[in-house]
Structures are given as structure tokens and as C-alpha cells.
């Protein structure tokens, strides 16, 4: 009979980042992609936020395969359901290296923003339970908190911190069962959730994210 191993590796993890990081830079953006995304082309919907306030690092998920098959564009995903937790600590490791290393390049007062999208949303959530960073407005956008996760015990971490929700009317994947479901986990969570609601489907767009950002960053 087959029997399991595990080896540790090291791994090259690519990233992409808008702006300069520097004294001037008065927000900190870690952004991940959703499912079946590259981080470049991720970023490029966040271009409108380039304007010498904010510096945006988005890390791309470590595993990468075609969308068609054997052919098409190069995909990337943050994690499947195959060893799940070895996937989670490896992904939160990474962000954490990557925060580390651009935190403190930046002030002490610096304004710290998490967005998720989709996959991103839940990958955010995971690595933001095992390692516990400052930061001041977690964004989950076109994306829920994972189930799997206890809020009630990160009530005194959480309770100075802004957790907003940002979902399309036209969401294809955010079915009302499943909204009715988030809404019920916030409850019984005791979580403090900002909800947002814009005209679109399954997607970041330019124009909404900076709508979205001059209303409640």
C-alpha cells in the first residue's frame, strides 16, 4: 500500500506592485486574485489608485496551469482541497514575508487595506487568522468569509478594524441561499461587516473600486 510523505521546499512566489513604497505613501494595499487569475493582469483594474498615496503589492497564487486543458493562458489559483492545510500555511507564509518586507519600508502610521477577490477573499481570511497582521479595512469583494474559520475568538483583534463586503447585483457565483447564509454567519459570529452593493457580475472594474475607495477608505 502507498504511504504519504511530505518534504518542504523552497519555491519562487511572483508578485507584481503598483507605486513606490516610501515616506509619502499614506496606504498599504496586499491584494489577492481570484481563482484562475494572473496578479499582473489583477492589478492593472487598480491602476486609478496609482497617484503617489497608495502602494499596492499583488502576490499571485503559488500554484499556475492552463485554463484550456493543455493549452490557453497561464492560470494560477491560491489553493485546492488536497492538503488543504499544508496549502494554507504555505500561502500564509508567503504573504506574511511579503508584508514584513514592504512594512517596513513604509511609516509607522501607515494605513493598511487586505482585499480579496473571490478565492483571494477566503485566501485573505485564512492567513489574516494564522498570522494576525495589523491592518485597518479588509476588503472582500465578490467573495464571503470562509465558514471554516472562528471569528468569536478574534473579537478583541478584529474589533478595532473595518470589514467591508463589496458584491455585484448581478453576481453570477453569489447566490441569494448563499448571501442569506453569509449574512447568518456575520450574525452568529458577532462580526461587524459593512455591506456594498454595485451594479455589476462577478468582477472588479476600475471605475467601481475607486468609487468604492472614495466612499469608505
Known amino acids: 500500500m502507498p504511504k504519504h510523505h511530505k518534504l518542504k521546499v523552497q519555491k519562487t512566489a511572483h508578485y507584481y506592485t503598483l507605486g513606490k513604497p516610501g515616506p509619502e505613501i499614506k496606504r498599504f494595499w496586499i491584494i489577492c486574485h481570484g481563482y484562475g487569475q494572473r496578479a499582473d493582469r489583477f492589478l492593472e483594474q487598480f491602476q486609478l489608485l496609482d497617484d503617489g498615496n497608495n502602494f499596492i503589492v499583488a502576490p499571485e497564487g503559488l500554484h499556475q496551469f492552463y485554463w484550456m486543458a493543455m493549452s490557453g493562458d497561464v492560470a494560477a489559483s491560491w489553493m485546492t482541497k488536497a492538503n488543504r492545510l499544508d496549502e494554507i500555511a504555505d500561502y500564509t507564509a508567503y504573504l506574511k514575508t511579503l508584508y514584513d518586507t514592504y512594512l517596513a519600508q513604509?511609516?509607522?502610521d501607515i494605513e493598511i487595506i487586505l482585499f480579496g477577490f473571490s478565492q483571494g477573499c477566503a485566501t485573505q481570511?485564512?492567513?489574516i487568522e494564522g498570522a494576525r497582521p495589523r491592518f485597518h479595512h479588509l476588503?472582500?469583494?465578490s467573495g464571503m468569509l470562509p465558514e471554516d474559520i472562528d471569528y468569536l475568538v478574534m473579537q478583541e483583534y478584529l474589533k478595532d478594524k473595518q470589514i467591508h463586503f463589496a458584491f455585484g447585483d448581478q453576481d453570477?457565483?453569489?447566490k441569494s441561499e448563499y448571501l442569506e447564509r453569509h449574512d447568518t454567519l456575520i450574525e452568529e459570529?458577532?462580526?461587524?461587516v459593512r455591506k456594498w452593493a454595485f451594479e455589476g457580475k462577478h468582477e472588479v472594474r476600475k471605475q467601481v473600486l475607486l468609487e468604492f475607495v472614495k466612499s469608505h477608505i
Open 139 to 141: 476588503i472582500l469583494w
Open 106 to 108: 513604509l511609516n509607522e
Open 172 to 174: 453570477q457565483y453569489l
Open 125 to 127: 481570511c485564512r492567513w
Open 189 to 192: 459570529q458577532g462580526l461587524a
